[in-house]
């Protein structure tokens, strides 16, 4: 159950990764696919007799990435927001600015 | 000396080296101006010399003794970390020696500029928190924990502080198109290392097991594990650029600084690639895949060669030229996996060892030439091919380095991309996919012709651009120097294929080092 649970959120998730143009979305998106694995490691874990302590473990230091990932990519959509005033990915061929760009 | 060799404590220097800098880096941000800049820039530089002197250490421990394994803490697999290293993991430490190396030493030179200079002189004044070592170091340590990891999960770790502190770098510009270009890497580098994660997770259901030797014993064609292969190599995909997969690169190529342009595309690509090789040889190579499912990688990199090229022929700016270029060179890397699962075996080294090749000579040639832009944009101001007509009467060496780091997308003889692309062709006219040669041809008289999209306009006596002032000269002395040296890997690559054969997931036959 929760096998097909975890695998179904990480699908559901990255379908919506791909559809929602706000930023927003997109990262609560990955963070939920990111919850997705998790669940199916904690699933994994509690196959045996007893339990496997290593999926744990896994999990653990996945949601430490998760926090650090969520958080940069946070402080990334804060900048572009102040930078362009909305909080969306230019669409392909709007990445060129008249002047250049970054270089 | 030797005893000291023998300490297996040396693996850990490639590793801690940076991962410290990084720490003394990050704690120097505090110190304001000019001493901060020379405090981090020395500790940049010892960083450097460190990893090499380690990575050579480890060049004579792996190809004297063998692979080594290394046990952290006394801890035995499966609940401690273990290192292990190869030919393969020692040959990448060692493409990130030189290139990483020559990449720290052109940002001394690149983020030299002073505070509150001209305006227009954009390129240099992108630090001025001097965020760029810290976040180098520590994705120079992610890298080299990447190629030293001994099981799954960490690789999924290493692979996640490099996704993110790739992305940092390209936000360095802190233009609106610098953002944008780094929020979109980061999207694709998390999706990219959760699809990983799925596929890890995959295997431990499966197997119980993370420690990659062992889940290359355990592993048995079954249903999850073609799920889990899937999952990886589409991740890992994603992460390097394959063709069609690529979208991110362009833009995050050109909008991140120079510097970082040059270790993004030089390096980082090849990190998800490795992690690619390990996993479809190491992990997957004892349960064989079916020989139709290599020449799915394999056909999509023969598209990406002619794709990424043509791509290139059509661009306006140089560094915009060189990512597709780097799209059309990715392809290659991708072809060894149909060859490799070709009819004949004993081609596979070839196979294997020129694409394996490829990456270092790539590295070398496509950082070089990046760095050799950033040279022209720190005295230009720009870098549109169109406006940049006669620009080697200014610039003698940034084009020089152009031309001679072509000779490497070109595949010419001496340079490592002659050698890498020579081996590839041969294994394919050897296992009897020809078409694959005819592809290998067609890139390298493709990248001719955009090379000399820049070159052309570059090289001709016209009146040209102002320069507005002189680029520090070990800016363009690094990059000519890479260049050079890619140049000569053609000659150098007897040694480098004994040291790959090492641990190789292929017997080396009777291949010499061509």
């Known amino acids: ?36 694995v998790f669940v199916l490691l904690t699933a994994i874990a509690r196959r045996g007799d007893e339990t496997d302590p290593v999926p744990h473990a896994m999990v653990l230091t996945g949601i430490v990435v998760a926090v650090s990932a969520t958080a940069f990519a946070l402080a ?5 927001h102040e930078a362009t005033g909305h909080a969306y990915l230019p669409e392909e061929g709007e990445d060129a600015p008249p002047d250049g760009g970054g270089g | 000396m030797a005893s000291v060799f023998e300490n297996t404590n040396w693996m850990l220097a490639p590793i801690l080296v940076p991962l410290a800098a990084a720490t003394v880096a990050f704690l120097l941000m505090g ?17 450097a010399l460190g990893v090499a002197l380690s990575a050579l250490a480890l060049w004579a421990m792996v190809s004297g003794g063998g692979p080594v394994r290394y046990e952290l803490g006394g801890w035995e697999a499966p609940l401690g970390i273990n290192l292990y290293a190869d030919g393969l993991s020692v040959f990448m430490l060692i493409t ?12 001394l030179g690149y983020f030299s500029g002073r505070e509150g200079e001209d305006a227009r002189r954009r390129e240099d004044l992108q630090d001025e928190t001097g965020s760029f070592w810290p976040l180098w170091m520590f994705l120079w340590a992610s890298m080299n924990g990447m190629f030293l990891a001994a099981d799954a999960f960490n690789l999924y770790i290493t692979l996640e502080i490099l996704g993110l502190s790739a992305a940092a ?24 290392s959760l699809a990983y994660l799925l596929g890890v997770a995959l295997l431990y ?26 999952l990886i190599s589409l991740g890992m995909a994603l992460k390097t650029g394959l063709f069609p997969l690529h979208f991110w690169m362009p ?22 690639f490795y992690l690619l090789l390990r996993v479809w040889f190491d992990v997957f190579g004892g349960s064989a895949p079916p020989e139709y499912a290599g020449q799915i990688p394999g056909v999509l990199g023969a598209v990406a060669i002619v794709w990424g090229a043509v791509m290139a022929m059509r661009q306006t700016r140089i560094k915009t030229l060189l990512a597709y270029s780097s799209v059309s060179q990715m392809g290659y890397l991708f072809l060894l996996f149909a060859l490799v699962s070709g009819a004949a ?5 070839e196979a294997w060892g020129g694409g394996v090749y490829l990456v270092l000579a790539h590295a070398c040639a496509k950082a070089a030439m990046f760095m050799a832009a950033g040279v022209v944009i720190y005295s230009v101001g720009h870098d549109e091919i169109p406006r940049l007509r006669g620009i080697f009467q200014k610039l003698p060496i940034s084009v020089a380095t152009f031309a001679v780091g072509g000779i490497t997308m070109m595949g010419l003889p001496t340079s490592g991309g002659f050698t890498a692309k020579y081996l590839l062709f041969t294994a394919s006219v050897g296992t009897g996919q020809w078409w694959y040669g005819l592809v290998v041809l067609a890139g390298s008289i493709l990248a001719a012709l955009y090379l000399l999209r820049f070159l052309n306009p570059a090289l001709i006596q016209v009146p040209t651009a102002k320069v507005y002032r002189d680029a520090p000269q070990i800016m363009s002395g690094t990059a000519f120097v890479l260049a050079i040296f890619s140049v000569f890997l053609g000659l150098m690559s007897a040694p480098l294929f004994e040291l790959l054969s090492v641990g190789a997931p292929f017997p080396s036959g009777t291949m010499g080092g061509s």
């Open chain 2, 345 to 349: 075996p004993e081609r596979s080294f």
């Open chain 2, 96 to 107: 990130t020696a030189i290139v990483g190396g020559a990449g720290s030493v052109y940002a």
């Open chain 1, 1 to 36: 159950m929760y096998l097909l649970s975890g695998v179904a959120v990480f699908a559901v998730c990255a379908y919506a990764l791909v559809v929602h143009a706000h930023l927003i979305r997109k990262v609560i998106a990955i963070n939920m696919m990111g919850s997705g």
């Open chain 2, 205 to 230: 259901g499966s197997f119980g097991a993370l420690d990659l030797a062992t889940l290359g014993e355990a592993a048995s064609p079954i249903p999850p594990v073609w799920a889990a292969l899937a």
């Open chain 2, 251 to 272: 833009a995050a190529y050109t909008s991140a600084p120079s510097a970082a342009s040059a270790i993004l595309a030089g390096l980082v690509g090849k990190a998800s």
């Open chain 2, 169 to 192: 770098l390209i936000t360095l510009g802190g233009t609106r198109m610098a953002f944008s270009a780094g929020m979109r890497y980061l999207m694709v580098s998390l999706l990219g």
């Open chain 2, 31 to 47: 110190i304001r101006g000019e001493a901060r800049r020379n405090a981090q820039n020395a500790v940049g530089l010892a960083a």
């Open chain 1, 76 to 80: 990334v959509v804060r900048k572009l």
